[in-house]
């Protein structure tokens, strides 16, 4: 069974004196995924009165996206049964990829903890180092990070499609603009010389929009016919 550290042992990375996560809901439920009944009892007792519910877990193999479905958090060991090392973070996070993951293990190398950063882990605490308040504190931060970055990308593709949008809406403006201009281009010579300008502008402009989305926009096909 673990030890309960010192108060003020084990606070969240990189946080500071007086830290305060941004707003989420005062009550949370999480999945605590830990084999070791002593220390999922522990990880309970330290939770007690921080308005967060424990739905434990203590082999991988119990866990499904149904289950995940129903909570805000997953706080996980890496050492169980039917699963070792990050094996328990790859799978949570291939069910459930907008749940935040919080690690909580014995493992104390060096190594592990920027691993499980990289593989989608919003936090990694150490049994040893990590009073309630601080995981409390990892818990809610998690959240409410992920929550917002869920936002952002949620914006981010809103802008896309919109993005999008235009661009389509410009085609096909340009290829109006383009018949027009080769039924004009016997009888009105001046007007279709006008037009092809303003398709060529047109042109321009789609291009200007792309170039602000290259990254991440699909292909919309060839821009606005020219001259």
Do not use: W, Y
């Not at 060096?110 to 919003?122: H, M, S």
């Not at 931060?141 to 809103?158: G, I, K, Y």
């Amino acid at each position: 069974m673990t030890p309960e550290p010192a108060p003020g042992a084990g606070v969240h990375p990189g946080a500071v004196s007086g830290d305060t996560p941004p707003a989420v809901p005062t009550r949370l439920r999480i999945l605590l995924l830990e084999d070791n009944p002593a220390d999922a009892r522990l990880t309970q007792e330290r939770l007690r009165g921080s308005a967060i519910d424990c739905d434990v877990a203590t082999q991988l193999h119990e866990v499904s996206a149904e289950r995940l479905a129903g909570i805000d958090c997953a706080l996980i060991d890496l050492g169980l049964p039917d699963a070792s090392g990050l094996q328990s973070l790859q799978r949570i996070r291939g069910l459930a990829p907008e749940v935040p993951i919080v690690v909580l293990t014995g493992f104390s190398d060096e190594v592990t903890g920027p691993i499980a950063l990289r593989l989608g882990a919003q936090d990694f605490l150490l049994k040893q180092d990590s009073d309630g308040q601080g995981i409390v504190r990892a818990i809610r931060f998690a959240v409410a990070r992920m929550r917002l970055q869920l936002a952002l990308d949620h914006e981010a593709l809103h802008e896309l499609e919109l993005t999008d949008d235009i661009i389509q809406q410009l085609f096909a403006i340009g290829l109006a603009m383009r018949t027009t201009q080769q039924r004009s281009a016997e009888q009105q010579p001046a007007v279709a010389d006008r037009i092809a300008d303003h398709v060529h502008e047109l042109k321009q402009v789609v291009q200007q929009i792309r170039s602000t989305t290259v990254d991440t926009e699909p292909d919309q096909g060839p821009p606005p016919p020219t001259t």
